[in-house]
């Protein structure tokens, strides 16, 4: 865990850089949104962060990103973020869940809690924000100088991030594609953030665990990019997919964040169901099969089934000559499926399903 004096130096380095936001006014610090509550006060706030958004209908008025913070004494530090994408439900509802649920007096250091954290997404059930067509999560570090979701970004880069000893960010498929619950760590700068990410996994116990090097999910520009660049340590999972709520995924959140904040002392009181040990899988160049021209796909693979290299995926259909033999697409690695396109219609260049091969070593 990374000490208060470690932060309060953080707060100090941001403090000087708003002195010198003349010289360095691209990436000021400081910040349009103003919250109404205190992170530094103990106790259970129910707030919000107040994103000011001049529109169409509402030219002076503000956006109220829910954040409940509850704190008790000195402790870790955990974000709990969940509508990063505003379509992937399970984290939401996880996390608005242990917000009701849990009481300052029962845990150990500070708990910050945003369900919601791209809102405006969120209200209108789409991956990235209506105001501004931003994809919260290829954003980071954020820019208090651009849109509404480059300024969540740039709020969450500057002001929790520095405060944070750990962040769990809960994603799932969406519209586009569906997962098994799974988690994914960064490897980190050296063999300690690599150790205590992939702690972070074990205590989680999504049914597989992987480690990414961010490549083909937005590199540097996710949330989890910019918390390896601050050394802070991040699990993100993938929970279910499709727009709806998968029942089991929601439990593997609900289940995987008690037992991460149990095991880091912030709620000693936490009884969640004993872990089943996490399966360590790997991508490879093989990974992930895209689509090589438009058309309808017939999948002849399900989720979480053990395919070989060199088995079928499945069927590419072409609805303007439909007596054109369909394409077949093969997988060139072993491994399990984790996740596959969710609606049949694909483009090129879509991808129809991801597969995780055995990992060489944990
Ligand atoms: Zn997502």
């Known amino acids: 865990m990374r000490s208060t004096s470690n932060q309060l130096k953080t707060r100090d380095r941001l403090a000087d850089l708003g002195d010198n936001r003349h010289e360095q006014h691209a990436i000021s610090v400081e910040t349009p949104i103003v919250t109404t509550i205190d992170l530094d006060r103990d106790g259970r706030q129910d707030g919000a962060l107040h994103l000011y958004h001049s529109g169409e209908t509402n030219g002076y008025g503000y956006i109220p990103i829910p954040v409940i913070s509850i704190k008790n004494g ?42 919601c954290l791209n809102l405006p997404a969120v ?55 569906t997962f098994i619950p799974c988690a994914i760590v960064r490897e980190g700068k050296n063999g300690e953030e690599r150790d205590m990410a992939r702690r972070l996994a074990e205590w989680f116990a999504a049914p597989i665990s992987y480690v990414s090097n961010g490549q083909g999910g937005g590199g540097r520009l996710t949330l989890s990019g910019e918390c390896t660049v601050q050394s802070v340590p991040c699990l993100t999972a993938e929970l279910g997919g499709s727009e709806t709520l998968c029942r089991r995924g929601l439990q593997v959140a ?69 007596l054109r033999t369909p394409a077949e697409v093969y997988f060139s690695t072993s491994g399990c499926v984790v996740s596959r396109h969710v609606p049949a219609l694909v483009k090129r260049g879509d991808e129809l399903c991801s597969c995780l091969s055995e990992a060489e070593s944990r």
């Not at 059930?125 to 501004?132: C, E, Q, V």
């Not at 058309?295 to 439909?322: D, M, T, W």
């Open 74 to 115: 000195d402790g870790p530090t955990a974000l709990l973020i969940g509508g990063n994408h505003g379509n992937e439900y399970e984290g939401i509802v996880a996390l608005m869940t242990l917000a009701r649920e849990i009481e300052p007096q029962q845990i150990r250091g500070h708990l910050i809690i945003l369900p």
């Open 123 to 177: 209200l209108a059930g789409t991956r990235s924000s209506p105001l501004d067509g931003g994809n919260l999560n290829r954003c980071f570090p954020g820019n208090a100088l651009g849109g509404p979701t480059q300024i969540i970004a740039h709020y969450v880069s500057t002001r929790l991030l520095p405060r944070a000893d750990l962040v769990i960010d809960l994603h799932a498929g969406g519209r586009s594609s």
């Open 254 to 322: 609900s289940d995987g964040v008690m037992r991460v904040l149990k095991h880091t002392g912030i709620l000693p009181v936490a009884d969640p169901p004993a872990a089943t040990a996490t399966r360590w899988m790997q991508k490879t160049s093989g990974s992930r099969l895209h689509a090589m021209e438009e058309g309808i796909f017939e999948p002849r693979i399900e989720l979480g089934e053990f395919v070989r290299s060199g088995q079928l995926a499945g069927l590419l259909h072409f609805p303007e000559a439909p």
